[in-house]
């Protein structure tokens, strides 16, 4: 099962989630209120960018707007309204809003 960490930050505390069916990063972070900012949530302004320290290859690759878009935020990490959890897959994955 994958297990979601979001490191801590002045909007919350860290929190564990675990996600035994993958799913959208996004949904996941408003059901159990993860640190994590959002503002548009369709790949555009870069609010929900995170650094991925642990866990990349349980997350979905980039889907064509999230691959637009990171580059121009530097090239790295993800965006939080479009990462997917990989359905079926073990380990940790450890998420850090790159914006607090
Ligand atoms: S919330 Fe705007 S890019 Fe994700």
């Known amino acids: 099962m994958a297990t979601l960490v979001f490191v801590a930050n002045r909007f919350g505390a860290e ?3 675990d996600v035994p069916e ?3 990063v996004v949904d996941i972070c408003d059901h159990y209120f993860a640190p994590i900012p959002f503002s548009c ?6 609010t929900c960018q995170v650094e991925v320290l642990e866990g990349e290859d349980l997350l ?4 064509a707007e999230e691959a637009d878009l990171i580059p121009l935020l530097g090239g790295k990490g993800r965006l939080a309204c479009q990462a997917r959890v990989r359905p079926n ?3 940790v994955i450890k998420l850090k809003s790159v914006l607090v």
């Open 89 to 91: 897959v073990e380990g």
């Open 41 to 46: 949530r369709s790949a555009s302004c870069g």
């Open 15 to 17: 929190k564990r989630i």
């Open 60 to 63: 979905e690759p980039p889907n």
């Open 22 to 24: 993958g799913g959208e």
